[in-house]
């Protein structure tokens, strides 16, 4: 426990608020290098999209390369050091965006965006939660998710508007800086393990009742080991929806590029429409947290596939309707980005169990990261071939409902094979 304002708070708290300060920070700053940025750096340098969107790419190819290898550091070593560094690391090579000379140098920031990640937001967020919260992981992640997006609303209007005043290239040595400020400091004081303060995750007592999603046991007790998950069709058919999360949620990412290639739209028109779509992802990330800890995964995914559904239909239909756009950017918000983030390491979690989490978590953002960075570019050229991005927005929604079906069936059979007691 420790004292915030005259009151006793568990330490698990102060390491969500890292978390959350990692969000607005650091995650955001680097989050925002596409969106608003796709318009004035193709226009500057007379490159494609795709061209572009390699960038993304290639930090995912970095990042798939490095999980293993995170999944182990981050388990033996000091884990705020090794997240401060990795942080420090993105946000170099998100500054040095502002100096390059043309596209083909972005690759390197690419590798060192990529590197850095690996150790520090999709393997190590989730590891951390992991460790700290045997109670309300689904509402820490929640709210984690939630901040992202919070921090994607205002990355997206900031930037809009220093792209508009000062050029896309201070735009990107600001928001560098910005994000600096806001998550080095607490990672490198406050971010630890439990084995480090040398105190119990929060709800590790015999007193606290576990998530209501884990049923009558507590998550540490069960959980298959990775050789032997590694030989189950039930890991394959979770590791397979967590892919199409990986490859639909990269679609709002075209949101702002859609707004002003195909709307016409100027840059701070489609970098509200991002917002919007940001705003929607608070609500989607929270409310996530809250329906898995309460219904279980299954009413998670109906949530995502429904909402995200109805807005992708909405950007289809707004060529001719352009008040679609803003109910399209919301809705897809409110369905979309927290489902990556939140859903997909739950439901490996708890279909696979928490024992051996770690190691099976790494190979799956393995492929995960392996899948975004093969789809991005393909994604691109649904616009750079057809004119469209109408293509892309179709089809994150067949993969919503596509996760929802199969999702639904692993949790059902991961259900069944515990009450055989097929759990080794």
Not at 18 to 41: E, H, K, Q, W, Y
Not at 115 to 131: E, Q, R, T
Not at 133 to 156: D, E, P, Q, T, W
Not at 168 to 178: D, G, Q, T
């Amino acid at each position: 426990m420790v004292n915030v304002f005259g009151k006793k708070v568990h330490y698990a708290w102060i390491i969500l608020l890292c978390c959350i300060l990692l969000a607005l920070g650091a995650t955001g700053a680097i989050s925002s290098f596409r969106t608003n940025f796709i318009t004035p750096v193709t226009q500057d340098f007379g490159c494609s999209v795709t061209a572009f969107t390699m960038t993304g790419s290639i930090e995912c190819i970095a990042m798939a390369l490095l999980y293993t290898t995170a999944s182990r550091v981050l388990t033996t070593r000091r884990i705020g050091r090794v997240m401060f560094w990795a942080v420090l690391l993105e946000l170099v090579g998100l500054a040095l965006m502002s100096v390059y000379p043309s596209i083909y140098f972005f690759y390197i920031s690419g590798v060192m965006l990529g590197i850095g990640s690996a150790f520090s937001v999709y393997m190590a967020v989730p590891l951390v939660i992991n460790m700290w919260f045997r109670k309300r992981s689904g509402l820490a992640l929640g709210i984690y998710a939630a901040s992202m997006c919070a921090a994607n609303v205002f990355y997206s209007l900031f930037s809009g508007k220093l792209i508009t005043s000062y050029g896309w290239r201070r735009a990107y040595l600001v928001i560098a800086i910005l994000g600096a400020v806001l998550s080095l400091p607490a990672l490198f004081f406050l971010m630890k393990s439990p084995e480090e303060k040398g105190i119990q995750p929060y709800g590790y007592s015999e007193g606290d009742a576990p998530d209501t999603a884990v049923k009558k046991e507590d998550t540490e007790t069960w959980g298959y080991s990775r050789e032997r998950a590694l030989k189950m069709p039930l890991f394959y058919i979770v590791w397979g929806v967590c892919m199409l999360y990986s490859v639909g949620t990269c679609a709002p990412g075209f949101l702002a590029a859609f707004a002003t290639k195909e709307l016409g739209l100027t840059i701070s028109q489609g970098a509200f429409a991002f917002s919007l779509y940001s705003v929607g992802s608070v609500i989607c990330s929270f409310m996530l947290g809250v329906i898995n800890d309460r219904f279980g995964l299954k009413a998670g995914m109906l949530w995502g596939a429904v909402f995200n559904s109805a807005g992708m239909l909405c950007l289809v239909f707004s060529t001719p309707e352009r008040s679609l756009l803003i109910i399209g950017a919301i809705l897809v918000g409110v369905g979309c980005m927290g489902m990556y983030s939140v859903p997909a390491p739950l439901l490996a979690k708890n279909t696979l169990g928490n024992k051996h989490y770690s190691s099976i978590w790494s190979i799956m953002m393995t492929g995960n990261s392996l899948i975004a960075g093969i789809a991005s570019p393909l994604l691109s050229m649904f616009y750079d071939k057809g004119g469209s991005f109408k293509g892309v927005f179709i089809l994150s929604m067949s993969f919503f409902i596509t996760a929802l079906v199969v999702g639904s069936l692993a949790v059902t059979k991961s259900e069944r094979m515990r009450a055989q007691g097929a759990v080794s």
